[in-house]
């Protein structure tokens, strides 16, 4: 070993310098400098390779996929402001309320197109929290039960389309953000499909934990009952396949159907008479703020990963992880392990510029199918996002939970939906079809 060991010790100093608090972006930065200083030091690292930098962030910033990210987030802050997800899940609240467990299936249903429709997880999680939770316990539902399919439910927004996590993954690994689309959605409905069955057998057999709701909250019925579905579900709905199908039909890249679907979101809003000055403006920070936090990891880690490379660092992890024992299968075991782990500290948007520059190289020397790589990824991301003890997704849930709800109730909750995304993982990982299938048969 030459001056690897530089490399070593900047990528343990950044987790340091991450774990003491310090924002991301600043984490890397500051590693990125200090070994750099270093490596002049010892003649291990080349100033002439700072000289890159400008070309590689201007080359990242022009990345018309990119884009996508601030239209989607307005999509879903537009949706999620102007009350249209409220009226969503109340609506289909009533119509499953009938059956056992029709409130939870109806929080799997709206997740599932709230997931669609935002792929923002944080705000998919808290809206249902504040609108679902409190009736479902007020009703006699399982806190386990109630809290772990909202967590879980929620969290869909990171893997399903048009989900964040996958247009910036998709600028790491080198891929087509359409592709990755694609091959993540079998996935991602088959771990809401698993979700349903969970609770439809739960509630089958234990049906004290998910009881219909009583008539009373079902007042509406009939006509006002349809007119309301076809005002409240249809619209989004139609939006939410309007965006989706456009990229999976080749009619659109994802950031132009990112685009049409902000503006569609804007105009649903006016329809119902909610686009207001506040709406737009929340909405518009909202955006800016998701948007800056990613464009600014962006170039600070571009700035960390030029001092990584020259100091062997890129190179080094590539053999170590390329020689493991059990060759390509032993790489999967060791990189979803580290995803795993990683994803129950850390957000997708740190993860993806800290692990993947590392894991990409040597997958694609192993000569895995780099789609399916993404999506596998994705799939444990979004298992990490729910697994106690510090998973994310939680403790966002808990900011929105009433006093009553404890942090061991929504822990306890979410370890049975935590096995189902598990056996999900090991089933795109043994399939790789699941992934693949679609992007084949598509136009």
């Known amino acids: 070993m030459g001056y690897e060991w530089l490399a070593i010790a900047m990528f343990v100093g950044f987790f340091f310098i991450l774990i003491s608090g310090y924002p991301v972006a600043f984490s890397f930065a500051g590693a990125g400098l200090l070994f750099g200083l270093i490596g002049l030091y010892f003649g291990a690292f080349d100033l002439n390779l700072v000289r890159l930098m400008p070309n590689r962030w201007f080359g990242t910033m022009s990345d ?19 009350g249209i997800a409220e009226e969503l899940l109340e609506t289909t609240g009533i119509l499953l309320g009938p059956l056992r467990g029709g409130m939870a299936l109806a929080v799997v249903l709206v997740g599932t197109l709230l997931a669609a429709a935002t792929g923002v997880v944080a705000a998919t999680v808290i809206v249902m929290g504040m609108l679902s939770l409190p009736v479902m316990l007020r009703y006699g539902y399982d806190k386990g039960l109630a809290t772990g399919v909202i967590v879980s439910s929620g969290t869909l927004a990171q893997l399903i389309p048009p989900s964040l996590v996958l247009v910036v993954l998709s600028d790491q690994i080198g891929v087509s953000v359409g592709d990755l689309f694609l091959g993540a959605l079998i996935p991602g ?33 009939g006509s006002a009952l349809l007119m309301r579905s076809l005002r409240a579900i249809l619209p989004p709905v139609l939006l939410i396949f309007a965006v989706l199908g456009s990229i999976f039909f080749g009619i659109a890249t994802p950031t132009e159907a990112g685009a049409v679907g ?13 686009l207001t000055r506040k709406v737009l403006v929340d909405a518009a920070t909202a955006t800016a703020r998701i948007t800056g936090l990613v464009m600014m990891i962006l170039i600070c880690s571009t700035f960390f990963s030029v001092v990584f490379d020259g100091l062997g660092g890129t190179l080094f992890f590539k053999e170590v992880l390329t020689s493991l024992p059990g060759g390509y299968w032993g790489f999967l075991i060791v990189a979803n392990i580290a995803i795993f782990i990683l994803g129950v500290f850390l957000e997708f948007i740190e993860i993806s510029f800290i692990a993947m520059p590392i894991l990409v190289p040597a997958a ?18 979004q298992t990490a996002f729910v697994s106690p003890p510090v998973g994310f997704s939680l403790f966002y849930l808990q900011s929105a939970a009433p006093r009553e709800v404890s942090t061991a109730d929504i822990h306890k909750g979410a370890i049975p939906f935590v096995a189902i995304q598990l056996v999900v993982l090991l089933i795109v990982a043994l399939f790789p079809e699941t992934v693949r299938w679609l992007i084949r048969v598509s136009p």
Request: contains cysteine; positive net charge; charged residues 10%.
């Open 262 to 274: 902000a503006v569609g979101a804007c105009i649903l809003a006016a329809i119902n008479r909610r």
């Open 364 to 381: 694609q020397a192993l000569g895995l199918d780099m789609v399916w790589f993404g999506v596998l990824m994705a799939v444990n991301l």
């Open 64 to 82: 018309f996929t990119l884009l996508a990210i601030p239209f989607f987030v307005f999509l879903g802050s537009i949706l999620e402001k102007s």
């Open 189 to 221: 409905l088959l771990l809401a499909g698993a979700y349903a069955l969970y609770v439809f057998v739960l509630a089958l057999i234990r049906p004290n934990l998910a009881p219909a709701l009583p008539r009373e909250i079902r007042s509406t019925g």
